[in-house]
């Protein structure tokens, strides 16, 4: 009930503020095209207006990144279904049934039935944010030094071990992005480390140049390179003239509603868990709906289900994620740690004491969240075909150099500063190495940006017990995080191992 | 031939009996009679890391200044941390280059799979990137961004200049104005230009 009115405040509190709402809609619409243009997921957006939010009002900044989250997110399966091109990673389920049914000329159906799912597993996932966040930050209020080592300690371990295709890979990309987190004033003792005598290093590395760095630049470099690959253009199959192929009938949408429910499970679960973001949740709801499907021989041949268990599956993951953000600080995705990175610049500290201190901005992204759910439901109802032969005509020759020009301009903004441009361009070198050699770019920036509460939290309790490491095995909420964490690392190790045995 | 057996175990693992390499280009030839010997992609990474923890190790970390306090009460160094993860990557690296002795072999394929062309063409727009850079910290804002803007829109594919000029002067201008006059930052004016 408390969160109820809260809530209903928030709403009051958005529509007088015209910055806010206008930050909804823009986000939203932004983040839509962003995700339906091959290459530039909401990452890459989120990352490129961070510069900007510097300028707004914190309702406003993290209300539009949200949007982009949430707007991006659906708006991969756009060229999913209608190109045959997954516009982000957690699109590429999607376009197996999608763009079966667009062969089939029933693109306008697909289209239809991918935004419904995708704002029907979103608004579940956002009314559990809404109305259970609150008790896990009473919760977590609890947490001391030692209990915030473990929680750390088990979400890099999980984002290392989970978010690429090797576990040694995955926590080496972790390792590295704590190493370059310690750059900078020791955290404690104001020591200077690794700064080189550069005085732009004191305060270490900045944000915002090495996220975008690492995310857009890093996918300029991509795109340069697979432009010179492959050239092709893409082209649109025209729509059947059947007005019942353009459109989703109560009875499919009913008839979908077991699949979308259980991926939105699915989704829900796994989003609050770190590291195990939008990019597999989808498979997982898929391989689900087929499963329980009454018919699953039509999947793979332009199933609805086919097209609504991953879309509903991935956009359950965007009000999820913030469950860990919001209460412990911890993102759960890159999404979520670029939107970190927003109260950051605006000297919001998350965790669980945010719902005490901030609890009307709280709630007012919870309600910003709902409306950009709002937003992109009635742009893809109305007007997704004619944003994918938008996109099919855009040349990326044009864009990417845009992009790049806006990575360096939105580097230089943040401080005025040219040596933050070159870090950008040093971190987006990094970024397409990592790539390339598959290291998990989710674990370098989380670890990155985790690093200094790690540390923290790692002296803290030495302190507390006089330089005695068995402080970490004597509290026990810590205690089952180490536990957890070696669970973890022993089980991704097992079953490489068993995978590969099975294999060879 | 303790030793001995270490070395052909890091190095000498006989090719595939069914013909599929696993293994990219160079080769190390460990004695007369010894098998050809290739390291993977991994195992050069781990190789390149491995180096690099002993940097971060040996050079690097000893350029903290101790810190005078406080270790009887527990207070652990500014050292502390970055030795902690320099020793985890060090791990990490051995494991990655002796990993796939652990475990059953596959047949791996090489990772990376682009080609020469393309890794050059990345390099370029690298190191025109970092010249762009250069050339606001000396001509300011405006004329570097025109002609890196052209030289990208050229780099990408895009050869028809009656797009590539008006296109890169038009996105430049309007960076201009958004960022100068809209958001008033203060734009690169130039070390020439002062």
């Given at each position: ?167 040694t890979k995955g926590l080496l ?193 919870f309600a910003a969240g709902l ?134 | ?160 200049w009656a797009v590539i000029l ?29």
């Amino acid at each position: 009930m408390e969160q109820l009115i809260q809530l209903l405040q928030a709403f009051g509190n958005i529509f007088v503020h015209v910055d806010v709402w206008g930050a909804i809609l823009f986000g939203t619409v932004a983040g839509l095209f962003l995700g339906a243009m091959p290459g530039l997921t909401s990452t890459v957006g989120i990352a490129l207006m961070i510069p900007f939010t510097f300028y707004m009002s914190p309702l406003a900044a993290i209300s539009m990144v949200y949007g982009v989250h949430k707007g991006g997110t659906y708006g991969g399966s756009i060229p999913a279904i209608l190109l045959h091109v997954p516009g982000t990673p957690a699109a590429a389920c999607t376009q197996i049934d999608g763009y079966q049914l667009t062969k089939q000329g029933k693109q306008g159906k697909a289209l239809q039935c991918a935004v419904l799912s995708s704002a029907i597993g979103d608004l579940c996932s956002d009314l559990v944010l809404i109305f259970f966040t609150v008790y896990m930050a009473r919760v977590a209020l609890k947490f001391g030094p030692p209990e915030f080592f473990g929680v750390i300690l088990f979400a890099l371990t999980i984002i290392g071990g989970v978010t690429g295709r090797s576990v040694t890979k995955g926590l080496l990309s972790a390792m590295a992005g704590l190493f370059v987190g310690t750059v900078g004033l020791d955290a404690i003792t104001g020591v200077a480390r690794f700064d080189f005598g550069i005085v732009e290093l004191t305060k270490g590395f900045g944000l915002v140049p090495l996220l975008i760095g690492v995310f857009c630049l890093s996918e300029v470099f991509v795109q340069v390179e697979k432009r010179l690959a492959k050239g092709e253009r893409a082209t649109i199959i025209p729509p059947s003239g059947n007005p019942a192929d353009n459109r989703v009938s109560w009875r499919e949408l009913k008839g979908c509603l077991p699949a979308i429910f259980r991926s939105y499970g699915w989704g829900q679960l796994i989003g609050m868990l770190p590291g195990m973001g939008a990019a597999i949740t989808p498979w997982i709801g898929y391989s689900e709906a087929k499963r329980s499907s009454k018919h699953p021989e039509k999947f793979g041949k332009g199933a609805l289900e086919g097209v609504a268990a991953p879309e509903a599956a991935n956009n359950a993951v965007c009000g999820a994620n913030l469950m860990p953000l919001l209460t412990l600080g911890i993102p759960g995705s890159t999404d979520a740690a670029l939107i970190m990175g927003v109260f950051l610049i605006h000297g919001l500290h998350l965790g669980p004491r945010i719902f005490v201190e901030y609890a009307p901005l709280v709630y007012g992204i919870f309600a910003a969240g709902l409306l950009a759910i709002l937003v992109y439901l009635l742009v893809g109802l109305f007007a997704a075909t004619m944003i994918g032969k938008l996109i099919a005509r855009v040349s990326k020759a044009i864009i990417f150099p845009i992009v790049f020009i806006s990575c360096a301009m939105g580097a230089y903004a943040i401080g005025t500063s040219l040596f933050d441009v070159g870090v950008m361009v040093g971190f987006g070198v990094l970024g397409y190495v990592m790539r390339k050699y598959e290291f998990s770019l989710p674990a370098f920036v989380i670890a990155f940006m985790l690093g200094y509460r790690f540390e923290l939290a790692l002296r803290r309790s030495l302190l507390m017990s006089h330089g005695s490491p068995l402080i970490f095995l004597t509290h026990p909420i810590c205690l089952a995080f180490v536990l957890l964490t070696a669970g973890t690392v022993a089980l991704r190790v097992w079953t490489s191992y068993r995978r590969k045995s099975a294999q060879a | 031939m303790a030793a001995e057996k270490g070395i052909s175990f890091l190095l000498c693992r006989p090719h595939s009996s069914k013909g599929i390499s696993p293994i990219t280009n160079k080769c190390f030839y460990v004695g007369p009679g010894r098998q050809l010997v290739k390291l993977t992609v991994d195992a050069r990474i781990g190789l390149v890391l491995l180096i690099l923890s002993l940097v971060i190790i040996f050079v690097l970390i000893p350029t903290i200044p101790r810190d005078v306090f406080l270790s009887a009460r527990g207070e652990v160094h500014s050292r502390f941390f970055p030795m902690a993860i320099a020793i985890g990557m060090m791990v990490l690296s051995v494991i990655l280059i002796i990993g796939r002795y652990l475990v059953p072999r596959v047949g791996d394929r090489p990772v990376s799979s682009a080609r020469k062309k393309e890794i050059i063409r990345v390099g370029e727009t690298a190191v025109l990137a970092l010249i762009y850079v250069f050339l606001m910290y000396l001509l300011g804002y405006l004329i570097p961004t025109i002609v890196i803007l052209g030289l990208l829109f050229w780099f990408s594919g895009e050869r028809r200049w009656a797009v590539i000029l008006p296109t890169a002067i038009g996105v430049s201008l309007a960076f201009y104005y958004f960022f100068g006059r809209i958001l008033m930052l203060m734009m690169p004016r130039g070390l020439l230009f002062g």
